[in-house]
């Protein structure tokens, strides 16, 4: 068989990576822990072969070699040859869906690396690969995260009206009802992860409504996540320090009121109340909402402080020890929409919502309308 010109690359990748993946077969598999470079360029060799069915068998027993040929496929697809770069291409997404964490972690690397090329195809064929994948590689980074010790709370659109009415963040999501999506990360004493795992927020499908609250003392420097927010756009980075857990009325007025207290927190504990107005944080006044936040930075969790509030025309002194950060893994709003999705799913008459618009889970990207 001729080999392809470069000139076909486009849609001959094209077909190739839409195709489901090859299956494997157990003849002329290559068990990952015996491959070595030298095997591996060779099979690499083999995928523009004259015989099909020996570019095949190449393909199929690369997809079995895992994390070691990671560097091998990167190299490959941005070969010459249409067929390498194509078939290496094809290995490198069955890889990316891997269970394994090292794998799919260097080929994710891998990919972005490719975005990064001089060569035009191959920055198309990598990010349409990321993009076939985008919810998966959102799950995937919620996972890591929460395992090297942040917090994710996902939340809907309703959320953001919410918190743009309590001066957070203002709606710019273009989510729609019953969305399903992560929203605020905190990044607190147990984050073990530093600057360098700060890459996963990259991950993230949905960042038109995304806060990354970074607390003091967990070993991120503010300076360096702002610089890394100010490259993913709608991503807001904010500096916070020990948790208290209410939540201010508004940015506007001069004085702090108290519109929320979070069930369990530090502030309920305390014996605060929604209508209380926060006059004093130990010695110093307090004005506005924000002041509040910022004073808390100079605290450490754990700390007890005395703050003072007006309730019905009475000054009370009230001691709290501050806490940990910590949040629910969804938000009232979020928790509602998966148990309105299960409703749907189980009697879609119910909203009157046709059987094919429902997604098979709030965070699907096929979204139920109102």
Request: charged share 25%; with cysteine.
């Amino acid at each position: 068989m001729n080999h392809l010109s470069s000139k076909s690359l486009p849609c001959f990748a094209l077909l190739i990576l839409s195709a489901a993946a090859i299956a494997s077969d157990d003849q002329g598999n290559v068990s990952t822990s015996s491959t070595t470079p030298a095997e591996i360029a060779h099979l690499i060799q083999q995928l523009e072969h004259p015989d099909f069915s020996q570019r095949e068998a190449a393909t199929r027993q690369l997809q079995q070699t895992g994390e070691i040929a990671i560097t091998a496929l990167l190299e490959a697809s941005q070969s010459q040859s249409p067929e390498v770069a194509t078939r290496s291409l094809q290995v490198l997404e069955d890889l990316f869906l891997s269970d394994d964490p090292a794998t799919f972690i260097a080929v994710d690397d891998a990919l972005n690396e490719l975005m990064d090329s001089t060569q035009g195809m191959v920055v198309v064929a990598a990010s349409q690969i990321l993009a076939r994948h985008m919810l998966l590689r959102e799950k995937r980074a919620v996972q890591i995260i929460r395992d090297l010790g942040g917090t994710v709370q996902y939340g809907t659109i309703e959320d953001s009206y919410a918190s743009q009415q309590r001066f957070m963040m203002g709606p710019t999501s273009r989510s729609r009802p019953f969305e399903v999506y992560p929203r605020i990360i905190i990044l607190g004493k147990k984050w073990t992860g530093g600057l360098e795992a700060l890459k996963y927020l990259r991950w993230l499908a949905h960042r038109d409504d995304l806060t990354l609250y970074v607390v003091r003392g967990n070993g991120v420097p503010l300076a360096d996540a702002q610089a890394l927010g100010a490259t993913l756009p709608n991503l807001n980075v904010l500096e916070r320090g020990p948790y208290l857990g209410l939540v201010g009325r508004s940015g506007d007025q001069p004085i702090c009121d108290v519109d929320d207290v979070a069930p369990d927190g530090p502030a309920m504990q305390a014996g605060l109340r929604p209508g209380d107005t926060i006059l004093k944080l130990e010695d110093k006044k307090v004005g506005p909402f924000q002041d509040l936040i910022d004073q808390l930075k100079e605290y450490e969790i754990g700390q007890t402080v005395t703050i003072t509030v007006r309730r019905n025309g009475e000054t009370k002194a009230l001691e709290v020890v501050l806490g940990e950060w910590k949040m629910s893994d969804y938000s009232d709003n979020a928790q509602r929409a998966i148990e309105q999705t299960e409703q749907i799913k189980s009697n879609p008459r119910a909203l009157d919502t046709p059987p094919n618009s429902i997604p098979s889970d709030p965070f699907d990207d096929r979204l139920i309308e109102k």
